[in-house]
């Protein structure tokens, strides 16, 4: 995707041309929620049709820039309305982005990988156990002083470490991605997916008993996967929309150097 930077917006002819710093300001805004989402010629063509809406009410006089601006509603609203309106307008390269949609695709490609992973390592821990460990570099003794008994001795196998490690470490790493990624709702599409892809599991761990380890998994994904992704896509989603806005406020007050990228 073609992408400038940031302080492009605040040089641009189509900003600077403005009659007034409040719609300046406000097309700034804009651009800097949309920038490195949408490409910049699409960015382009909003902020000019957006002017020329302002410019256009302001002569005609009966309306003034507070009002006109309760129309379009924020600039964040508005940056919102048009990223879901061009990822539904624009041509999908297959159907099942049609179909899903390009953030659930996104989220259900990430999560179903991490959830298809588990299940081969599950698998692989019954039907093909290891029993090669990590050579570390204390003795059994030393180690029972920080395990004493009737703890059990630790397994520090590989695969013991990857079963413990990927339902542990996978929410918040795709869900922070998901946040960064999927720029409209990207909690509720967490949801969706996870939901579904429980169900999966929990069908899944019903086929394969009397092993409980699938039925347990499906639980975790439940319990702990759903929460914590959505979660985590959510504050991250958040923390980007307000970097963006600080960001267009200290390029707004020039604070940030001509060709700077956010």
């Known amino acids: 995707?073609?992408?400038?930077?940031?302080?492009?917006?605040?040089?641009?002819?189509?900003?600077?041309?403005?009659?007034?710093?409040?719609?300046?300001?406000?097309?700034?805004?804009?651009?800097?929620?949309?920038?490195?989402?949408v490409p910049y010629e699409e960015i382009g063509r909003l902020l000019e049709e957006i002017s020329d809406h302002f410019?256009?009410?302001?002569?005609?006089?009966?309306?003034?820039?507070?009002?006109?601006?309760?129309?379009?509603?924020s600039s964040r609203d508005l940056a919102d309305n048009f990223i879901r309106a061009w990822y539904t307008k624009r041509a999908s390269p297959s159907i099942i982005e049609k179909?899903?949609?390009?953030?659930?695709?996104?989220?259900?490609?990430?999560?179903?990988?991490?959830?298809?992973?588990?299940?081969?390592?599950?698998q692989s821990r019954v039907f093909l156990p290891t029993y090669t460990s990590?050579?570390?570099p204390w003795s059994p003794g030393q180690i029972r002083a920080f395990f004493p008994e009737p703890l059990p001795f630790p397994d520090f196998s590989i695969q013991f470490l990857l079963i413990?490690?990927?339902?542990?470490?996978?929410?918040?790493?795709?869900?922070?991605?998901?946040?960064?990624?999927?720029?409209?709702?990207?909690?509720?599409?967490?949801?969706?997916?996870?939901?579904?892809?429980?169900?999966?599991?929990?069908i899944i761990g019903i086929m394969l008993l009397p092993m409980t380890d699938?039925?347990?998994?499906?639980?975790?994904?439940?319990?702990?996967?759903?929460?914590?992704?959505?979660?985590?896509?959510?504050?991250?989603?958040?923390?980007?929309?307000?970097?963006r806005k600080k960001r267009a406020d200290r390029l707004w007050r020039r604070e940030e150097p001509q060709g700077a990228v956010g």
Not at 11 to 33: H, T, W
Not at 99 to 122: E, Q
Not at 217 to 227: D, E, G, I, S
């Open 1 to 37: 995707m073609s992408a400038v930077p940031d302080t492009y917006w605040r040089d641009c002819d189509i900003v600077q041309s403005a009659s007034s710093d409040q719609i300046r300001r406000f097309l700034l805004e804009v651009a800097v929620f949309l920038n490195r989402v």
């Open 134 to 136: 990590i050579r570390l």
């Open 214 to 243: 699938g039925l347990v998994f499906a639980v975790f994904q439940t319990v702990y996967w759903l929460p914590v992704g959505c979660m985590t896509a959510l504050a991250t989603h958040r923390l980007d929309r307000k970097r």
């Open 55 to 73: 410019e256009t009410m302001l002569e005609a006089g009966d309306l003034n820039f507070d009002q006109i601006a309760l129309e379009f509603g």
């Open 164 to 202: 413990t490690g990927i339902p542990l470490l996978a929410p918040p790493m795709l869900g922070w991605l998901a946040g960064r990624k999927v720029h409209i709702a990207p909690h509720s599409t967490v949801y969706a997916v996870l939901v579904h892809v429980a169900i999966v599991s929990y």
């Open 99 to 122: 179909r899903m949609g390009t953030g659930a695709m996104f989220v259900f490609g990430t999560f179903g990988i991490a959830t298809l992973a588990y299940w081969i390592l599950l």
